[in-house]
């Protein structure tokens, strides 16, 4: 009776130590601590162009992978993520446009991380006149550049034999912000046009003619041409879809009209994505998705990037929770994430370019140790 006794009086001290230790805060069970660990709150900012899916990964993320890591994010144009990331104001940054050499000096040991594929549609307002409106690079240069100003124009109408064109002015409106989506533009633009890449280039910025109009965002420029007979503009794919916009079909270098959609930008990366690529830390200004060698590739497509520091303690404010989830959000954004990108009519990542990724933020560290990625 005195061992059971003793016994029991032993059980009861053990349970009353472990209860007052767990009260106490110094030992949390495991599901806590892991909780604890990825609990954060992640920033970011930039471009437009992949804005719709990335609100939606991130609204599933939050709600059915990690409730406990809020991720924000602020569609204020690729040259304002990119002018963040250098100044180390969020945490990551989204772009169109890669960086280029001297981004990279203010930016040192960034990554590139391809995120998704998206396209720039021609959109117009002309009422009677459907998406299909034949357009080649020259006239859309042309149209931008301020050299060709009616819709009936010869150099319009005679490629498009079945439709009248009205006799009425074209309005055309721009980004008025840094943009990567007029990166992408005009690098059409200048391949398409030698007048435009002699006069104006390629930029997230450039010298518009002065009687043009500038609206803020790919939701800013879908809202002018909407509003306004007669208009033009350049927006990603997702806002005209989203928007029930008219589009242009653009001539790509095999001679075919091409309408943007899921298959001709899947033609377009495929055949840029099997000739090789280049490493997260790496330069991506070579990669050009633009007049892809396809007969049916729509030939204004690009990748679009997201960009985070190799080593996450320069960023003020990183902890380790932090820096882990923010590795473990980007592993899912180019895994699980792709999934979300058909629905919203961008292209999902080849296999070859999310094997690029994971080297990439499996190379991601703080303090110069590595995160776990799940």
């Keep these: 009776m005195k061992t059971k006794y003793t016994i029991t009086i032993a059980v009861v001290v053990i349970i009353t130590i472990i209860a007052s230790v767990l009260a106490s805060g110094y030992l949390t069970p495991a ?31 939050q709600t059915d ?3 406990n890591v809020q991720v924000n994010y602020n569609g204020v144009g ?16 989204a772009s169109d446009a890669p960086l280029g050499a001297s981004d990279m000096a203010k930016a040192p040991d960034a990554l590139h991380i391809p995120e998704t594929i998206g396209a720039v549609t021609i959109a117009y307002n002309l009422p009677g006149v459907p998406s299909g ?21 010869p150099e319009i109408q005679s490629i498009n034999n079945n439709t009248t064109l009205p006799a009425l002015a ?64 350049y927006v990603e794919l997702a806002y005209a879809l989203q928007n029930n916009m008219t589009v242009a079909a653009v001539q790509n270098p095999s001679g075919n009209w091409i309408l943007p959609n899921l298959s001709s930008i899947q033609d377009a990366v495929q055949c840029v994505a099997s000739s090789g690529l280049p490493a997260g830390d790496q330069s991506w200004t070579q990669v050009n998705l633009l007049n892809a060698p396809e007969s049916q590739a729509y030939p204004i497509a690009s990748f679009t990037y997201l960009l985070v520091y190799k080593e996450l303690n320069v960023v003020p404010g990183m902890t380790h929770a932090k820096a882990t989830a923010l590795v473990q959000f980007l592993w899912w954004v180019v895994h699980d994430g792709q999934n979300l990108a058909p629905n919203l009519q961008y292209v999902a990542l080849p296999s070859s370019v999310v094997k690029i990724d994971e080297v990439t933020i499996e190379s991601m560290t703080f303090n110069g140790q590595h995160l776990s990625t799940s």
């Design 133 to 153: 409106l034949h357009l080649t690079g020259k006239i859309i240069a042309d149209i931008f550049q301020g050299t060709v100003t009616m819709w009936n124009d």
């Design 78 to 93: 690729s040259g304002t993520g990119i002018s963040d990331l250098e100044t180390k104001t969020m945490d990551f940054a």
């Design 31 to 61: 599901s806590t601590q892991s909780n604890a660990q990825t609990s954060a709150t992640i920033n970011g900012a930039g471009a437009t162009f992949p804005q719709p899916l990335l609100n939606a990964m991130i609204t599933e993320y």
């Design 170 to 233: 074209i309005e055309v409106v721009h980004r008025s912000d840094g943009s990567g989506t007029t990166f992408i533009f005009t690098g059409y633009l200048s391949s398409s046009s030698s007048a435009w890449n002699v006069s104006i280039g390629q930029g997230k910025t450039v010298a518009w003619p002065s009687n043009e109009i500038g609206a803020n965002g790919n939701p800013g420029v879908a809202s002018v041409v909407q509003g306004t007979t007669g208009m033009i503009g």
């Design 65 to 67: 992978v990690k409730p």
